[in-house]
């Protein structure tokens, strides 16, 4: 039996927080002991009642770490996977803490990692949870929770952005084979303890997006396989963990992250192609413009100008 350890998020979000424990709570598993670490944010209020009244109802094991400021995707996440590098778990899964799992998603994550292994990181099928889709009027009520978020990712090395393969599709198993896939998001993915022991934990500079992707670069340099397992699936109430897509704080991290990113990773002539387009924003002026020059200036990790929800 191996040991995992869940590490959740809660930054002013305590209700999304109880249904996706909630969720753990259902999840069955034939060759996985489950504990989690629930990592609060510097929420405005504690959640320490909540917290205690949930496991007495649900019966599920959970450790809750306060902290003292939002350290972000990054720094939260961080950590929770240091408290439970202290235990001997044998996994540890970084999950979104808006996210409802399937009662059996748990097992086929770890019998990945038998038959394969060099797999470092898997992760498993993600559908927009029902009414949080891109694209609410596309689709029919009967196809809502069966819309993919995430079914496996790609790098466009030349523009330097990170997608998602199968998002907006309904599912119709297109995409229902185990591969190896460029990165894996960072909204579901369980990491083998060595891998951590490797090459440590995220980076930090990132504060919140893209530094999934650059935790998978580095476990990919260090020899480790990225898998994506369809036989697994969770759902995701997109955005509702950190900005929205368009909002301030998503258009900052974004571009900034972009060029740590890609000066970081990419070839030559894409850091050349990056200089250009950051000239380009430049001169358009707004947010983006003060992603650029933060970036540029070393301003990285949390910026405390942007008090938006999340940051």
């Known amino acids: 039996m191996k040991t995992v350890g869940i590490v959740l998020i809660n930054f002013n979000s305590w209700e999304e927080t109880k249904e996706c424990l909630e969720s753990l709570s259902h999840v069955v598993s034939d060759t996985a002991e489950v504990k989690i670490v ?11 009642y909540q917290v205690s009244s949930i496991k007495k109802k649900h019966k599920i094991t959970v450790s809750l770490i306060e902290n003292t400021e939002n350290l972000g995707f990054a720094g939260g996440n961080n950590t929770g996977i240091r408290e439970l590098l202290k235990e001997q778990v044998d ?41 949080y889709e891109f694209h609410k009027d596309r689709y029919k009520e009967s196809e ?9 990712g790609s790098i466009d090395w030349d523009n330097v952005y990170a997608s998602h393969r199968g998002v907006d599709e309904v599912d119709i198993g297109r995409y229902n084979s185990a591969k190896k896939t460029p990165f894996i998001s960072g909204c579901c993915m369980i990491i083998k303890r ?18 999934d992707v650059d935790f998978c670069m580095r476990a990919k340099q260090a020899g480790f396989g990225l898998w994506y397992v369809p036989q697994s699936y969770i759902w995701h109430k997109n955005a509702q963990s950190s900005g929205k897509s368009g909002s301030d704080i998503h258009v900052y991290y974004q571009t900034r992250n972009r060029l740590l990113f890609g000066f ?7 850091k050349l192609a990056l200089v250009r387009d950051s000239l380009r924003i430049v001169s358009k002026g707004g947010i983006r413009k003060k992603a650029v020059f933060d970036y540029y200036l070393g301003r990285l990790g949390k910026n405390i100008n942007l008090s938006l929800r999340g940051a």
């Open 38 to 48: 629930l990592v609060d944010n510097a929420s405005k209020e504690s959640i320490k």
């Open 264 to 270: 970081r990773y990419a070839s030559l002539r894409t």
């Open 144 to 152: 809502k929770g069966n819309v993919i978020w995430y079914a496996g």
């Open 194 to 211: 060595e891998v951590i022991e490797k090459i440590g934990v995220l980076d930090g500079r990132y504060f919140m997006y893209l530094e």
């Open 91 to 131: 996994y540890i899964m970084l999950l979104n803490n808006d996210t409802l799992v399937d009662k059996n998603f748990m097992d086929p994550l770890i019998e990945l990692f038998e038959t394969e292994p060099n797999a470092g990181i898997s992760s498993p099928k993600i559908y927009f949870a029902p009414g």
